[in-house]
């Protein structure tokens, strides 16, 4: 489906992330006036019709009337309260997407016809920059075809991917939706021990940043394990080597499981409220 194809597209909501998807649809060919955005500040409203093109709306209600695609993009607190807005006048089959986190499937179902096709996405903030990385979970009535309607959608921002068990979303979360805060730390200690070393403070910062980006694209591009390329750069009684002891020796490795362990172990008790 060409970005030309897509029906009419209804955000709720014109945050960070509703920002980053519609600046990935236009930047993907989409046109702006056939992208709708429900946002309660005036001020909010005007900065992205005047950045993007894209039709404003006061209220949600009025806004879905005509579209095709419902994007929730709103504080997970409030979306069973927009749900309650919009349910009488979305379109019968008009996808809804929700990318809240923590509100379930069931709970958004609870507030709209059995019929509404529903999908949740888990993204994360590089979607910012069209580097985001999504996860996708149907309801189980939602179709193929609107799933893969969700997905295109999801496509302008990043790399996308599907679960059909909901539960996994909780993983998700811990993973690549917190994954980025994981980063930026590591990121920082990097720079860090550069400056400790004698390294201007800019230097230390690029270096960190390109390391971390270079080591990624050379995962992604060689589709090697990333324990074939660390070893690749552990010559024997070398310096690379004694940087990785050090870091096994000071539970590094553990640490970052533990880390997404306890956020996938937030997520299920957020989740559970």
């Known amino acids: 489906m060409s970005m030309n194809e897509l029906p009419r597209i209804a955000f709720i909501g014109g945050g960070n992330m509703a920002t980053a998807i519609i600046q990935g649809l236009i930047t993907s060919g989409a046109q702006p006036d056939r992208i709708l955005v429900a946002e309660p500040l005036k001020q909010k409203r005007q900065e992205l019709t005047n950045q993007f093109g894209v039709l404003p709306f006061p209220d949600a209600s009025t806004a879905v009337c005509d579209a095709g695609v419902v994007i929730l993009a709103v504080k997970p607190a409030i979306v069973e309260t927009v749900l309650s807005q919009i349910a009488d006048t979305l379109l019968p089959n008009a996808v809804v997407i929700s990318i809240a986190a923590g509100v379930t499937i069931d709970a958004m179902m609870s507030l709209l016809s059995a019929s509404q096709p529903v999908v949740r996405v888990m993204p994360n903030t590089p979607a910012l920059v069209a580097a985001g990385m999504s996860v996708l979970c149907p309801a189980p009535h939602t179709t193929d075809a609107q799933l893969a309607l969700a997905t295109r959608i999801l496509d302008a921002v990043g790399q996308t991917a599907t679960v059909r068990d909901e539960s996994l979303l909780d993983a998700v979360t811990g993973l690549s939706g917190s994954g980025p805060a994981y980063v930026f730390l590591i990121a920082e200690a990097l720079s860090d021990a550069g400056v400790s070393c004698g390294l201007p ?59 997404v362990q306890a956020a996938w172990k937030r997520s299920q008790e957020l989740g559970a409220r």
């Open 201 to 259: 403070r800019p230097l230390a910062d690029q270096l960190a940043i390109q390391t971390l980006l270079g080591s990624s694209q050379l995962m992604s591009q060689t589709g090697e394990h990333p324990a074939v390329l660390k070893s690749q750069v552990t010559s024997p009684g070398g310096t690379t080597i004694a940087g990785v002891m050090t870091l096994e020796q000071s539970g590094v490795r553990g640490a970052l499981m533990q880390a």
